[in-house]
C-alpha cells in the first residue's frame, strides 16, 4: 500500500515537473519567451526561439506593412437631377483572414461647416490576400460637386466628414469629425 | 462471490477521459470579439489567443495544459482501474488520487475565469460569460471616438463534460464507502455498550 503511495506521489511529481523542466530547457536561452509569445517578442523587435509560431507573427507584421489606402477607380459619376454620386474603390485585403466591410457613412461639411451632403458604402467581403471594390455612393449638392471637383483637380479635398460611422469585422468606430480629408489618388 | 464494481467511478472514469479528448479539439470557453478578429479560447487542456486570424500561444501556459492533459489522463485511467477492483488494499490510495483532480481543476478555472471577467470590469470593460452583448470601450482609451464591437461568450462541450466527470468522481468517493459496508465485519461495527446493555437485559 506504502508502494502505491509513493508511486502515485512520484507520478504526481513528475507529471507537474516534466513539462515545466521541459519549458525551462527550451527557453534556456531566452526565459522571457516563456511568458511572452515568440510571436509577440518579433514584434516588439526582440527574437522569439520558436520558428514555427513565430511566423503567424510576421504574418501579421507583414499584412500591415502591406496595407494600402483604398485607390480610386476612374471618375466619380453624378446625377445632376438627383444629386446622387457613385465613386468606386479598389481596395486588397492584405490579411490572411477574409475582411468584411459592414458600414462606412459619413456627412460630407465644406470648410465653413456648410452640409454638401452624405456618402455611404455597400457592405462587402473582400477574400484573404483579394481585391474588392468598395463602392461609395451617396447625395451631394450641385454645389457641393463643383467644390469636390475643383478641389480634386488641386489634388486635396479640403472638405471634412461629421459623424462618420466604420464597421470593419464587426468593429464599429464613430468619429464625431474627421478635418480636411485629404488626398485622392486616381488610377482611372 | 459477485465481483464489486464501483459503477459511479467506472462512468467518471469514461467521461473524464472522453471530456480530455474534447477539450483537445474544443476550448471550455470562447470569447469573439466581431467577427472572429479577436478569438480566445480558454480552457485547462487547451488555451490559445486568436487575434487577425492568427493563433497564439503562451509557452508558459502550454506547459501547464500539458500538465493538465496527463493529469486528466493519469485520473481517468487510475479511476477505471480502481473501479473495477474497490475492494483491493490498494483502491483507495488510487481514487484518493483521482477523484479530487477534476473537481479542483474544474473549481480554478471557474474561479479565475469569473476572477478575471470581474478585474475587467472594474475597468470599465465588461465581457459576458455566456452570452452577447455590445462591448463600448471607455472614452479615455480611444481619444474621442467610440469603439464598440459584438462580444459574445460562450461555455462550451468540454467544460459541460468536466462538470459531469467531476461530480461522478465525487459520486465514486460517496459510493466507495457504500461498496466497502458489508465487508466490515458486524463484530467491528457494533456498539460495545449497546451491546452489553443488550445482554444484560436479556
Known amino acids: ?188 | 462471490m459477485v465481483r464489486k464494481i464501483n459503477w459511479f467511478g467506472l462512468v467518471a472514469g469514461i467521461v473524464t477521459l472522453v471530456m480530455l479528448v474534447l477539450s483537445l479539439y474544443m476550448p471550455w470557453w470562447q470569447l469573439t470579439i466581431g467577427q472572429n478578429l479577436v478569438k480566445i479560447n480558454a480552457s485547462p487542456v487547451y488555451m490559445n489567443f486568436g487575434f487577425f486570424g492568427s493563433q497564439f500561444t503562451i509557452p508558459l501556459i502550454w506547459a501547464l495544459n500539458v500538465i493538465t492533459i496527463l493529469t486528466f489522463t493519469a485520473c481517468g485511467l487510475l479511476m477505471l482501474i480502481y473501479s473495477l477492483a474497490p475492494t483491493k488494499p490498494y483502491a483507495k490510495q488510487l481514487l484518493q488520487f483521482s477523484y479530487r483532480k477534476p473537481l479542483y481543476t474544474l473549481v480554478a478555472f471557474v474561479v479565475i475565469l469569473v476572477a478575471v471577467v470581474l478585474g475587467l470590469r472594474y475597468f470599465g470593460v465588461s465581457f459576458p460569460l455566456n452570452g452577447s452583448t455590445t462591448l463600448t470601450l471607455p472614452s479615455n482609451w480611444t481619444l474621442g471616438t467610440t469603439v464598440s464591437a459584438l462580444v459574445s461568450g460562450y461555455f462550451e462541450l468540454p467544460f459541460w463534460f468536466a462538470i459531469a466527470a467531476a461530480a461522478l468522481c465525487l459520486g465514486a468517493r460517496i459510493y466507495h464507502g457504500h461498496i466497502l459496508q458489508p465487508l466490515i465485519k458486524p463484530e467491528a461495527t457494533a456498539n460495545p455498550t449497546a451491546t452489553a446493555a443488550t445482554e444484560s437485559l436479556s
Open chain 1, 1 to 188: 500500500m506504502d508502494k502505491v503511495k509513493v508511486a502515485l506521489t512520484l507520478l504526481s511529481i513528475a507529471i507537474v515537473v516534466g513539462p515545466l523542466g521541459f519549458m525551462v530547457y527550451e527557453y534556456r536561452d531566452n526565459l522571457l519567451g516563456i511568458f511572452i509569445p515568440p510571436e509577440f517578442q518579433s514584434l516588439l523587435g526582440g527574437s522569439g526561439s520558436n520558428s514555427q509560431q513565430s511566423s503567424s507573427t510576421s504574418n501579421i507584421a507583414k499584412s500591415l506593412s502591406n496595407f494600402q489606402m483604398p485607390q480610386a477607380i476612374g471618375s466619380p459619376a453624378y446625377n445632376t437631377t438627383t444629386g446622387a454620386f457613385n465613386y468606386p474603390f479598389n481596395f486588397t485585403n492584405p490579411f490572411d483572414f477574409p475582411v468584411a466591410l459592414n458600414q462606412f457613412s459619413a456627412e460630407v461639411v465644406g470648410p465653413n461647416n456648410e452640409t454638401l451632403g452624405n456618402v455611404a458604402i455597400q457592405p462587402i467581403n473582400i477574400g484573404a490576400g483579394q481585391n474588392g471594390v468598395i463602392n461609395v455612393a451617396g447625395n451631394l449638392s450641385q454645389s457641393a460637386v463643383n467644390q469636390l471637383e475643383s478641389e480634386f483637380q488641386s489634388g486635396n479635398l479640403h472638405v471634412s466628414l461629421k459623424n462618420v460611422t466604420v464597421n470593419v469585422a464587426g468593429i464599429t468606430v464613430n468619429i464625431p469629425s474627421l478635418s480636411n480629408i485629404g488626398s485622392l489618388t486616381n488610377t482611372g
